[in-house]
């Protein structure tokens, strides 16, 4: 059974840093693009950053230059550095990946979220 295992979340002060981790376990072939998303409450989920399985990033401009995306393609890990935080940051985090069980069967999953929280 595959699952997107999250961890890292928390209650942070305005400026400080929390990293996030997500884990991809059970069969698969590989991973093509992963990211993280967030929902605050009354709001709509939202895209924060993605990576594509060659490295390639993107952003939402909200975390640009605050936020980093990384992967560990051996390990079936995507991380997100988030740093210069901010109470507006506040959300439940979300991974999210394109799974490849064959070569032509792919199918997108969701981790089950871990909060974070950005207050003084």
């Known amino acids: 059974q595959v699952q997107l295992v999250e961890s890292g979340g928390g209650l942070v002060q305005p400026g400080g840093s929390l990293r996030l981790s997500c884990v991809v376990s059970?069969?698969?072939?590989?991973?093509?693009?992963m990211g993280w998303y967030r929902q605050a409450p009354g709001k709509q989920r939202e895209l924060v950053a993605i990576i594509s399985s060659g490295g390639s990033t993107n952003y939402a401009d909200s975390v640009k230059g605050r936020f980093t995306i990384s992967r560990d393609n051996a390990k079936n890990i995507v991380y997100l550095q988030m740093n210069s935080l901010k109470p507006e940051d506040t959300a439940v985090y979300y991974c999210n990946a394109d799974l490849r069980f064959t070569r032509w069967n792919t199918r997108n999953y969701w981790g089950q979220g871990t909060q974070v929280t950005v207050s003084s």
């Open positions: 059970g069969s698969i072939f590989s991973i093509d693009d």
